[in-house]
């Protein structure tokens, strides 16, 4: 057995939220208990409203649990310091998260400025963070959120989450708005980071295909509660109907790519 305790380690957290006006509450996490491999790249696939962001954003106290124990590398968070656990964990936005009004090299360097690094070292990492996520450094230093396509934006968001040398990244929809095409390629490339810097991994995603794709992990959410969890192959065994829902679009794309694409093609 791997002796080797969890990164992050969810046990029993519940989580609820007011529903507002006399409604009732919303159990949006109801008693999951998920343990991260350090090294792992897990995704956490599930509907809208499943509880995927809420359970994302326990582990780094933008929120705090009802009840249950989250640790991250064997501390329980509630003992840690949010703003130094924060710097610990590197955290991608759905939709960038970009400050608007900010260059791309001050987006990046945020953290490095708070952490208070001198003037010439942040700008040498920006650089460095630059070529990391593959954008040219002259060009891009200087341009504004806006002036990028989405692609290039979480490409950024990507580097920011990087600057402060974290082990862990969480990841919220990352490449869920972007074209197929963009959205492979940043795929692609944010999993050789991953292993390239032997990051701890937690993606959110909706599409079970990208979660197969880059994830050696899958945990699948309905309703506030983990439903199963598991590599691709032992997901397919699973006997839940709403995993295997789940695994039902790409298993079709699979199939029929396979007779329409055939594998001694030119191209
Ligand atoms: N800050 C909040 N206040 C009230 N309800 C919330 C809040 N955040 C999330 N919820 C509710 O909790 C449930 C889970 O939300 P969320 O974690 O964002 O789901 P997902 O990311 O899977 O779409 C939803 O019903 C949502 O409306
Ligand atoms: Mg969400």
């Not at 499943?50 to 989250?70: H, M, Q, V, W, Y």
């Not at 040219?136 to 290039?152: K, N, V």
């Amino acid at each position: 057995m791997n002796a080797a305790p969890p990164l992050i380690a969810f046990a029993h957290v519940s989580k609820s939220f007011d529903g507002g006006r006399g409604a009732k509450p919303v159990l949006a996490v109801d008693d999951v208990s998920l343990d991260v491999a350090g090294g792992e790249f897990l995704a956490i696939v599930g509907g809208s409203g499943s509880g995927k962001t809420t359970l994302l954003r326990l582990a780094n106290r933008l929120i705090d649990a009802d009840s249950g124990d989250i640790r991250v590398e064997g501390e329980d968070v509630r003992a840690v310091d949010p703003v130094a656990l924060r710097r610990r964990i590197g955290y991608v936005f759905q939709s960038g998260g970009l400050f608007p009004h900010i260059s791309v090299a001050g987006n990046i360097g945020i953290t490095p400025k708070l952490l208070g690094l001198p003037a010439a070292e942040i700008s040498s990492r920006v650089d460095e963070l630059l070529d990391l996520v593959r954008l040219d450094r002259a060009q891009y230093r200087g341009r504004f959120p806006h002036e990028l396509s989405g692609g290039q934006r979480q490409r950024v968001g990507v580097a920011r989450a990087l600057a402060a040398r974290p082990k862990i990244v969480l990841m919220d929809e990352p490449f869920g708005a972007l074209d197929p095409l963009t959205r492979d390629a940043l795929g692609d490339d944010f999993r050789d980071l991953h292993r390239k810097l032997g990051l701890t991994t937690v993606m959110i995603t909706h599409d079970m295909t990208e979660a197969i794709l880059l994830a050696d992990r899958i945990a699948v959410m309905r309703a506030g509660r983990l439903v199963a969890q598991g590599t691709p192959a032992e997901l397919s065994k699973s006997g839940d109907a709403y995993v295997g829902e789940l695994l039902r679009t790409p298993r079709r794309q699979a199939e029929r790519l396979q007779v329409l694409l055939p594998r001694d093609g030119a191209a």
